[in-house]
């Protein structure tokens, strides 16, 4: 390498370094100070003549003394010819001065024409290019608003497309990538926004599960009441049914009660002692009143002495026939049973018993009063 103190300026990069400025050294050349190895092989050299001209000698080409003596250089530029790299970041304005578009730029350039780019002087080539690319976009983004990024992006691509190449001017090939989104504020805005969105989705979820736990609660609970209703019911019949059944029981138990049926009444009362209970439960008062009556009327009569025979002799007949059904029928609630019949005194014209009948009619009413 050509020792640092020959060159005017010397950027001190090497091959991976990032450069804002591809031109790498600048060195003043006099009449017989050449040197071969004054660059790396893959610069280009831009020579300046004495006439203010400028060669450039893309590698890997090199003049030889003779040429540099004959030309008379006056002085070199090594330019950097390598593909290189650039990111930067702007605020386009929208349609709303109060908010901006935040654009990410890529850029890749590379020296295509060396001499063009030392004439032109710049020194800083990705500041050019952003320069370049904002001047073109500006206009563009204003017509959106900032709600629209997507739109204002599609826009000023667009209108960097239509451009065409951004620095052939200098002598450089670019390459780029334009994204487009809103700033940070804006963002954060519609963070919130859909923070609250959501807030409010889970709570119409939240709302609509209550509402759906609500419904399946008042369809279980109907449910459950007509279950409990038709259960109701159901008893009711069967409470109905059993009264029904009862009413028949009583009443066939009074039919036959009534018209003597002592004998079948007690066969099926020795089939169903269950029924005992109804029967006894169920015994008219007038029905026992009426037994405990002729009883007591049987039993003064069979008693009296102070009646004449001949008013004694029907007497008696009517009151041994209640006594014998009594002791037949043997029916609950009545009085105690009276004495046998072999001890009671019949009087003078009173015969013996007449054997037992069973009844087809009803209990006989009362004895007919004295005298009748």
């Keep these: ?218 369809e279980r609970d109907n449910a459950r009441a007509r279950q409990g209703h038709e259960l109701a019911m159901l008893q009711y019949r069967q409470e109905a049914e059993l009264r029904k059944l009862e009413a028949e029981k009583i009443r066939y138990y009074q039919y036959y009660l009534q018209h003597g049926g002592v004998a079948t009444w007690a066969l099926h009362l020795a089939q169903h002692p269950e029924d005992s209970r109804l029967v006894m439960e169920n015994l008219r008062a007038d029905q026992l009143a009426l037994i405990k009556s002729q009883t007591e009327v049987a039993l003064e009569v069979l008693k009296g002495e102070d009646m004449e025979d001949y008013q004694r002799s029907g007497l008696n007949k009517q009151a041994v026939q209640i006594i014998e059904e009594l002791l037949t029928h043997n029916l609950p609630g009545a009085a105690p049973a009276p004495p046998e019949l072999g001890s009671l005194s019949w009087g003078g014209n009173a015969g013996p018993a007449e054997p037992f009948r069973e009844p087809a009619g009803h209990f006989p009413a009362e004895a007919p009063a004295e005298g009748a």
């Design 1 to 218: 390498m050509t020792d640092s103190r020959d060159l005017d300026w010397d950027q001190g990069v090497d091959r991976h370094s990032v450069l804002p400025d591809p031109v790498v050294t600048v060195r003043t050349l006099s009449r017989f100070n050449y040197r071969r190895n004054h660059s790396r092989i893959d610069n280009a050299l831009v020579f300046t003549t004495v006439k203010g001209g400028l060669e450039a000698w893309l590698p890997p080409r090199r003049p030889s003394r003779s040429e540099c003596a004959a030309k008379r250089y006056t002085a070199v530029y090594e330019v950097d010819m390598g593909v290189h790299h650039c990111t930067a970041s702007l605020l386009l304005p929208s349609d709303n001065d109060a908010f901006d578009f935040t654009s990410a730029l890529e850029t890749t350039w590379q020296v295509t024409l060396p001499g063009r780019f030392v004439a032109s002087g710049v020194r800083d080539v990705p500041a050019l290019l952003t320069r370049r690319l904002e001047e073109l976009m500006r206009p563009v983004s204003r017509d959106f608003p900032i709600d629209r990024s997507a739109a204002a992006e599609r826009a000023v691509r667009q209108v960097v497309t239509d451009a065409g190449s951004l620095a052939d001017d200098v002598g450089l090939r670019v390459t780029w990538t334009i994204r487009l989104r809103r700033d940070d504020d804006a963002i954060d805005h519609q963070r919130e926004l859909r923070r609250i969105r959501y807030s409010d989705e889970e709570l119409v979820d939240s709302h609509d599960l209550a509402m759906r736990e609500d419904r399946l609660k008042a």
